[in-house]
């Protein structure tokens, strides 16, 4: 099965100057993860974000408990970085954040390449969705906390 592909784009008022840090607070993640994921790191803090670090977390996928495991596997402040599951539910989970300056804000694209456990079936019958709903989430939290333009002084 080749992998499957989702892409995403959100503009953002901000600049990348304030996007792109918190992105750097791994558990930051916790906060644009809908709560029926049930999302934790379990890595303690503080963690240092660079190319290499790994990342322990715990998850719930339809009820059933998963430990993920990713690294880090580049680190471009305030351009980009990319995820890479280590270990966790995926054959292939590689997701790239990249950040761009547009129109006096910033332009927040995600591209998951993934191949999930049991094909392109299940793919169709859950992972799809369920990936979907989750990066909707995120987008409105994102919209929450970053929409908003800030006043200078």
Not at 117 to 127: P, S
Request: hydrophobic share 40%.
């Amino acid at each position: 099965m080749n992998p499957s592909i989702f892409s995403t784009e959100l503009w953002l008022p901000q600049p990348r100057a304030e996007i792109f840090p918190f992105f750097g607070e791994a558990r930051n993640l916790e906060t644009l993860t809908p709560p029926w994921v049930r999302f934790e790191v379990l890595t303690p803090a503080p963690i240092a974000m660079r190319a290499g670090t790994l990342i322990d977390y715990r998850i719930r996928i339809h009820g059933l408990p998963v430990r993920w495991r990713t690294e880090i596997a580049v680190w471009d402040p305030p351009r980009r970085f990319i995820d890479v599951q280590i270990r966790g539910p995926y054959r292939l989970w590689e997701h790239t954040h990249r950040f761009e300056e547009k129109d006096g804000g910033t332009l927040c694209l995600d591209d998951v390449r993934y191949r999930p456990l049991g094909g392109a079936l299940v793919d169709w019958l859950f992972v799809r969705r369920d990936v979907e709903k989750i990066f909707a989430y995120r987008q409105k939290r994102m919209r929450e906390l970053f929409d908003a333009p800030r006043s200078g002084g």
